[in-house]
């Protein structure tokens, strides 16, 4: 029997535990938030973690910042007529106790009866390991709109996990 | 060579092949639905599986009734005229033959030669094992909308399943 | 002690990391061709894989071609007004070397402020094992609108993975 068999099916499982653990951390924000569930959604952030969300403005240092946030009239305002923070799936770079994710968020609205696109981002999940779980170091998104925002923050990441092609 | 440390992974394994075999379940409905393949769109249900697809009127009971409705006219027109019955990734809590699947469902539909959002719904999926797979014992949707009803699906599920915050 | 039990726990495994790897390959895309970084979107192919896109017009010829058209005007038109090349969850059937998978591909273009759905389409990826990776051989995507082209990809593609249902 190989024992060093098994200690790399140890190390190898673990990977694929993080990967599901972190995939699992990214898409609590979203129902939670639509929910009004603001200490939940923002309990995806490490407590000094920061939610850099648009690019305009100051980023939001701190989960309680980020509760506060969602405590407010704009996104109060924005669950009440309906909305949906859609995540969709990540792409994960794992390494050791850290990972970057990049993924799309959609963030759908109501609008006479209808809904509309209203958002539609790049985002940039940077995690770390916290204890048995994970948490959100920073979370940035940039709309992929004209400003090109979203394109330089996907084309940055990407060279920087990746180099020049996919793995 | 420790036989217990083979044991638990035997364990940890397991439990990622039922969350990618979960994943599988969810992700089937969609492309059957959209391609009339009702039968296999509704073998996605036990054979006394429920589909509470809107708080309006009676839920479906049974897999010959999520298949009959797929064959009506209502379904049969929208695949007819194009649609999507897309489904966002899964927030999945595993607990030993059942789990729970939170996510977001968006039914797209085509209008003057431009597709729309007709429906953004929360989703929860309770599954269970059978056999060496899963099927879905209940699935209920409700619209993000101003009524409020996917922002209670969401909140009531993420708490019972989580508590306070996320894993 | 049970060499058996580790040779198949060996094979799980790499079933899992394969339908990660898979996951990883299929959602470098879109973020990679949003970005501009067209030999990186490009590099998602074999050399010799195939693009058909759309059923109108040839199919891009390998993955030069495919990068070609990442850099033509249109594609570069569509990034500078903003784009979104999002790619949905996939459903994944393994088997051996190859693979296929299914999702739904939703392109979000601008206009006038607003984000709105050019395309949604059924997806159909043939992908085979690439040394320590994956690749694409075949991408082949139709539009799920009135002309039923996407409705007999996802029809055909299930009939031929599964059968008469779901796994």
Redesign the interface.
Known sequence: ???N??EE??G??GR??D???I???V??Y???A????T??AA??WFEDGVYDWDGQGAPYEGNAAVDEMLQGDGHQGL??????H???????ELEGDHATA???S?V?R?EEG???????S?VRWDVERSGS?WRVRRRTNR??????G???L??A???EL?G????
Chains 1, 2, 3 share one sequence.
């Open positions: 029997m190989n024992e068999a098994v099916l140890v190898r499982v694929l535990e990967e599901a653990a995939r699992r951390l898409m609590s979203g129902p939670a639509d929910a009004g569930l200490s939940f309990g995806v669950i009440a007529a309906g909305v949906a859609f995540s969709g799936p990540i792409l994960v990049l993924n799309y959609l759908m109501r209808r809904f509309y696109l209203w958002r539609v790049a779980t709309l992929l709109d004209e400003t090109g979203g394109r330089e996907f084309g990441a990407l060279g990746f020049e092609g996919p793995r």
